[in-house]
């Protein structure tokens, strides 16, 4: 602050010497006073302007969601949506790498403003607020992967007991798997965990969204010729959301991105924004279906 007022005592010390030289070639009182609000305005404005808001974004590696490189690096679907963001509104952004449940946690504790990905649940909706629409609308399944040298099937629902199951923890899928205790799930810290601990036998199962699974192994590079689908499969419509800490959720610039988030789907620049990735359009139509 010290230095700013330097600046601003050099800043009006010019000024009064320029209103000096508006007296000597005559220039008039009244425009000499108007002169001089103006530049005091400038002035002030210059070194008590407040800084713009900084919102915390949690990105987990689930590409092509949100991808964060162990060099720093930040990309994906929920990346290029916050800076779709900036460009109408006052804010800073600091993307922030956390595994999967570490960052769920962080929302839930006012840790972190945004967090993208997130399966709405009336759960979930005690401790976040969740912006809608979704920005994902995906008709996927839910399927199984298993290693392709397993020696079992999974056909129907009942195969899965007695089977290791890799879930990515603070994750939600279907209600009746989610519910069911009779099930041996294993948790992992991300979903490419969970098939780390496949392929090296902790478990026998790893369960995830389809499309999103094919579309990571693609940009993780993951050994699929090792990996198979099992049979079985929930079908569903899956919605991604943004969702808030419920203390960021309660200031002017978190209505400002619900209405932002509006807009984009309005306008069809969030299917824009979300076709770089191969996924599909999000509009009033099918986010009401």
Do not use: W
């Amino acid at each position: 602050m010290t230095a700013l007022y330097d600046i601003f005592v050099v800043f009006m010390t010019l000024t009064c010497l320029s209103l000096s030289k508006m007296s000597e070639l005559g220039v008039s009182n009244p425009l000499r006073q108007y002169f001089t609000y103006l530049l005091l305005l400038l002035g002030t404005g210059a070194v008590f302007a407040s800084p713009l808001p900084k919102v915390t974004v949690g990105l987990d590696h689930a590409p092509p969601y949100s991808i964060a490189t162990k060099d720093g690096k930040f990309s994906g679907v929920v990346v290029d949506i916050m800076r779709d963001m900036q460009k109408s509104l006052p804010f800073r952004v600091d993307f922030v790498a956390c595994p999967f449940p570490r960052c769920v946690k962080m929302l839930q504790q006012n840790e972190i403003d945004v967090k993208g990905g997130l399966i709405r649940t009336a759960k979930r909706e005690k401790t976040m607020h969740f912006l809608t629409p979704p920005y994902m609308v995906l008709t996927s399944s839910f399927v199984f992967y298993a290693r392709a040298s397993s020696l079992f099937t999974v056909n129907k629902y009942q195969d899965l007991r007695g089977k290791r199951i890799a879930v990515t923890r603070g994750a939600v899928h279907f209600p009746r798997f989610d519910q069911d205790k009779r099930l041996l799930k294993v948790e992992a810290l991300s979903e490419n965990n969970a098939f780390e601990m496949l392929l090296k036998g902790r478990v026998e199962l790893v369960i995830g969204v389809e499309d999103t699974a094919d579309n990571a192994s693609v940009f993780l590079h993951r050994p699929t010729k090792q990996i198979i689908k099992m049979p079985y499969r929930f079908d569903d419509v899956i919605y991604g959301h943004l969702a808030l800490s419920k203390q960021f959720a309660n200031t002017e610039l978190a209505r400002q991105f619900q209405e932002h988030l509006n807009a984009i789907v309005e306008n069809g620049r969030l299917s824009e924004l979300v076709k770089v990735y191969n996924l599909p359009a999000v509009t009033k139509v099918n986010v009401n279906n």
